[in-house]
């Protein structure tokens, strides 16, 4: 899957350059309030997205999915969207931290509220 003005691949995009802050499985249980496993099984069910940022890194999730120790909302639904469509984790989070010349990143809008923007744009791609 690629985007619309970004003619490298989701899958090929530098996460780590997207991704201000990552956080291991460990800080993310802390933050939710859940095991290690909980993480796991959260991301295996796309309520949050996890991938591996750089060579030689641990599995993390983005920071920014998080905010007053809650899911942002619309993030779950979001992911169920994008995973639908094909995306694996990777492209996921490629996508949600890519600016298109929108008014902000989709994960910026979802921050703010603006989750209904978000997925009007995530359903023109698809």
């Known amino acids: 899957m690629t985007s619309s003005d970004n003619p490298v691949p989701l899958a090929d995009a530098d996460l780590d350059a997207l991704v201000d802050v990552w956080l291991d499985w460990g800080q993310t249980s802390a933050i939710l309030g859940v095991t290690p496993a909980k993480v796991r099984t959260m991301i295996k069910d796309h309520e949050i997205a996890g991938a591996v940022p750089r060579p030689g890194?641990?599995?993390?999730?983005?920071?920014?999915?998080f905010q007053d120790g809650l899911i942002v909302k619309g993030l779950s639904g979001l992911l169920t969207m994008l995973h639908d469509a094909h995306f694996n984790d990777r492209e996921c989070i490629?996508?949600?931290f890519t600016d298109d010349n929108y008014?902000?990143?989709?994960i910026d809008a979802l921050r703010e509220n603006r989750?209904?923007?978000?997925k009007r744009r995530a359903?023109?791609?698809l």
């Open 57 to 65: 890194a641990s599995p993390s999730v983005p920071a920014a999915f």
């Open 115 to 118: 989750g209904a923007e978000v």
């Open 123 to 125: 359903q023109t791609m």
């Open 94 to 96: 490629a996508w949600i």
């Open 103 to 106: 008014p902000g990143r989709p």
